[in-house]
Nanobody
Framework: VQLQAFGGGLVQPGGSLRLSCAASRSLFSLNAMAWYRQAPGKQRELVAELRISERTNYADSVKGRFTISRDNTKNTVVHLQMNSLKPEDTAVYYC?????????WGQGTQVTVSS
C-alpha cells in the first residue's frame, strides 16, 4: 500500500488546516487509516484513527478539534480536519494504513502552528 500525504504548512494559533492522504487502494480494503504525529524529541503518537467499521478514535489532546473522515467522492482518500490549532500541535504528521497484518506509512508532512 502506498500512501501520499498533503496539506501541511504554517498556520497561526486558532487556525485550521486540512491534511489529506491518498492511498493506492480503496480504503474499504483496509482495516484502518490513521494519522500519527511526531514532534521534535518526542515519540510518534496516534492522533486519529478511522476503522473500516466507521469507528473513530482520537487522542485526548485533539478531541473536539480534529476530525478524520473519508473523502466524499474518492474512496482512496482520507482527510484530517484540524481546527483550533495550538502551538503544541506542531509536528510532522504521518498517515498510515493497516492492511491485513501490516502497517504502511506515508511520508510526513510538517504542520507548524506559530504566530
Amino acid at each position: 500500500v502506498q500512501l501520499q500525504a498533503f496539506g501541511g504548512g504554517l498556520v497561526q494559533p486558532g487556525g485550521s488546516l486540512r491534511l489529506s492522504c491518498a492511498a493506492s487502494r480503496s480504503l474499504f480494503s483496509l482495516n484502518a487509516m490513521a494519522w500519527y504525529r511526531q514532534a521534535p524529541g518526542k515519540q510518534r503518537e496516534l492522533v486519529a484513527e478511522l476503522r473500516i467499521s466507521e469507528r473513530t478514535n482520537y487522542a485526548d489532546s485533539v478531541k473536539g478539534r480534529f476530525t478524520i473522515s473519508r473523502d466524499n467522492t474518492k474512496n482512496t482518500v482520507v482527510h484530517l480536519q484540524m481546527n483550533s490549532l495550538k502551538p503544541e500541535d506542531t509536528a510532522v504528521y504521518y498517515c498510515s494504513a493497516e492492511f491485513l497484518t501490516e502497517m504502511y506509512w506515508g511520508q510526513g508532512t510538517q504542520v507548524t502552528v506559530s504566530s
